[in-house]
């Protein structure tokens, strides 16, 4: 499935909200997971889907803080892909890490992808660490300035594979649109369980 997040809650208009919206999302997460797991075997209440980790708060306050340092007051047009892949995450993470030319990436690095993925170069902000390894941070200025986080969550027996753009300035709109249908073919080709997309959200 592919995912277009209405509006981001560190957009300008939506700081304010920012804790009480991840509260929600979290306990929606939980709410969805006791379809596919035994209460013994939940996520903790510190974790949703989106939001991997040992606290899940963390990588969100991460981007508020990417936010806040370099766009400052421009709103946001954003992308979330989804997809499900088999376990191991170990190998859905390497997968999604090589192909998109990030394998073995450290923060400070520079990388960009390869021909034949869709357009993304900038630095690595953040790598995995602690108890969440498969996960990655980038501050992009291709194809338009913004932040990309990509993770690898395993969960009920299969492994969530979500890349997530939140791109910003007046080129934003019309990047997401025209690299939507680039995403959309790239994750079918890698990640063949993604279905259909919805509408792109801006704020």
């Known amino acids: 499935m592919i995912l277009r997040l209405r ?5 300008p208009s939506g700081v304010g909200c920012f804790q009480n919206w991840l509260s ?3 306990r929606d997460a939980r709410h969805a997971s006791r379809y596919c797991a035994p209460e013994d075997q939940l996520p903790p209440a510190n974790l949703g889907v989106a939001s991997p980790g040992p606290s899940g708060q963390e990588d969100y306050f991460r981007i508020l803080k990417l936010y806040l340092t370099y766009f400052r007051g421009q709103h946001s047009s954003n992308l979330q892909l989804m997809s499900v892949a088999p376990e191991p995450v ?3 993470w390497d997968m999604l890490t090589a192909s ?3 394998a073995d990436a450290t923060a400070g690095q520079r990388r960009n992808t ?4 869709p357009p993304l170069a900038g ?3 953040l790598t995995g660490e602690r108890g969440h390894p498969h996960q990655l941070l980038l501050r992009v200025d291709q194809p338009t300035p913004g932040i990309v986080h990509l993770f690898a969550l395993p969960m009920c027996g ?3 594979v979500v890349i997530r753009l939140y791109l910003y300035g007046d080129r934003a709109p019309a990047a997401v649109l025209r690299d939507e249908p680039l995403w959309h073919t790239w994750m079918n080709e890698h990640f063949p369980a993604v279905g259909h997309p919805s509408n792109v959200g801006s704020d």
């Open 7 to 11: 509006r981001l809650p560190w957009s």
């Open 100 to 102: 998109l030319g990030l």
């Open 24 to 26: 929600g999302l979290r």
């Open 114 to 117: 390869p021909a034949g993925a």
């Open 123 to 125: 630095v690595v902000e």
């Open 158 to 160: 299969q492994v969530f």
């Open 90 to 92: 170990s190998k859905a």
